[in-house]
């Protein structure tokens, strides 16, 4: 295995580790380390190129840190991904490379999963290293997936109480871009509720259980952004409200599980003009994460992480408040929340 700093201004640390013989290429990146070690999960995509997949866990490791300040745990932002197609390149062998490489950090980062990697290859990950969580011991955390759907639709919920008044989702149309693994469950929960679901994947066989299960209409990505819905979930991977797409909205409400789902900063004021509300990303999906670091510390109970997926709703409730009352967009008011509970931590330290 050989590994390489890549010294990168405003990140504690990222390093590239590369083992030809398990086929492994990958990047951590821990970005702030006040709050406890980096934590967060681990993405295997097939990036075109290793500047792509450096400036998305870079990206996304700074989103962590924010996210777990939000979430309400002791760890600083942390993430991986593996350059690699998780359906063809998939092996224990790369797994097991991976958990060396994470191990090498001595605690540094704690990894989970992400899209690409499942609870079983966590498991493998965890043969050769104890900093990897997202394992279920016994009814005890696991994939946090689940964890992150019920998250997200809490805070779905908390955004239509907010702009649309009401006080749950049965008769509104929401539209689901990506029916993966928090997306399918997602849209079990709000179909659940009663609302009425559009959804797009590229893989067929998603859109097609989804249809079977909750009566789901399909249309193609494109069209699940622009579909005249009451609310967009993003679940997909990131970017998807940008220059192109961000006129074409019909929605009222963004509010879905995916990182950094705005392409650019300033898409979120282009959302406050158009009076579109926005549930900043790394607060509504944030109970995956909640998850994972309850099961670090071993603290982990079904009544507590009930407790703090419903608080995910009440912490939106104030961003929503706080950026109407001053005119700001939500993110920025996440974030100076974040940014505060940070310094607080630093000044702890
Ligand atoms: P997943 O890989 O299980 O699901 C993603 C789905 O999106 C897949 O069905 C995939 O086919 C589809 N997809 C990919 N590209 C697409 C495109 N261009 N158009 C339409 N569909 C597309 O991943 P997941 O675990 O469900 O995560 C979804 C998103 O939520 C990701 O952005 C992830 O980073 C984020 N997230 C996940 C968790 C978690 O606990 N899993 C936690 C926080 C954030």
Redesign the pocket.
Same mark, same amino acid.
């Given at each position: 295995m050989d590994s390489r700093d890549i010294p990168t201004a405003g990140w504690q640390r990222v390093v590239h580790f590369t083992d030809e013989r398990a086929g492994l290429d990958a990047i951590i990146s821990i970005h702030d380390a006040t709050l406890g070690p980096g934590c967060g999960?681990c993405?295997i995509y097939p990036y075109e190129n290793f500047e792509a997949a450096l400036e998305d866990v870079k990206n996304l490791s700074r989103g962590m840190t924010f996210k777990n300040a939000l979430g309400g745990i002791p760890f600083g932002g942390g993430k991986a991904v593996i350059i690699a197609d998780p359906k063809t390149d998939k092996t224990p062998e790369l797994l097991r490379a991976f958990g060396a490489a994470v191990d090498s950090l001595g605690g540094l980062y704690y990894t989970a999963?992400?899209? $690409?990697v499942t609870e079983g290859d966590m498991e493998t990950i965890r043969s050769v290293t104890p900093y990897a969580a997202g394992v279920d011991k016994g009814g005890i955390g696991g994939n946090?997936?689940p964890f992150?759907a019920r998250g997200v639709w809490r805070g779905v919920q908390a955004a239509a109480r907010y702009k649309l008044g009401v006080s749950s989702l049965k008769g509104l149309h929401i539209s689901i871009?990506?029916? $993966?693994?928090?997306?399918m469950e997602l849209a079990r929960l709000i179909h659940e509720e009663g609302g009425r679901l559009t959804v797009?994947?590229?893989?067929p066989a998603?859109v097609e259980e989804a249809r079977q299960r909750f009566g789901a209409d399909a249309v193609s990505?494109e069209d699940a952004i622009t579909v005249d819905a009451d609310i967009f979930s993003p679940?997909?991977?990131?970017g998807s409200i940008n220059v192109d797409t961000v006129e074409k909205l019909r929605a009222k409400i963004i509010a879905g599980?995916? @990182?950094n789902q705005l392409k650019t900063p300033d898409m979120g004021v282009r959302l406050l003009e158009r009076g579109i509300l926005y549930a900043p990303d790394y607060v509504i @999906?944030a109970a995956?994460?909640i998850s994972v670091g309850l099961e670090i510390l071993d603290r982990w109970s079904e009544v507590d992480m009930t407790w703090r997926i419903d608080k995910i709703g009440d912490t939106l409730m104030e961003i929503f408040d706080r950026a109407e009352r001053e005119n700001r967009t939500t993110g920025e008011v996440a974030d100076e929340l974040a940014l505060e509970v940070i310094a607080r931590g630093r000044k702890a330290a």
């Open positions: 999960g993405r999963e992400d899209s $690409g946090p997936s992150t871009l990506g029916v $993966g693994a928090v997306g797009a994947d590229v893989n998603a990505p679940c997909a991977l990131g599980a995916a @990182n @999906n995956g994460v």
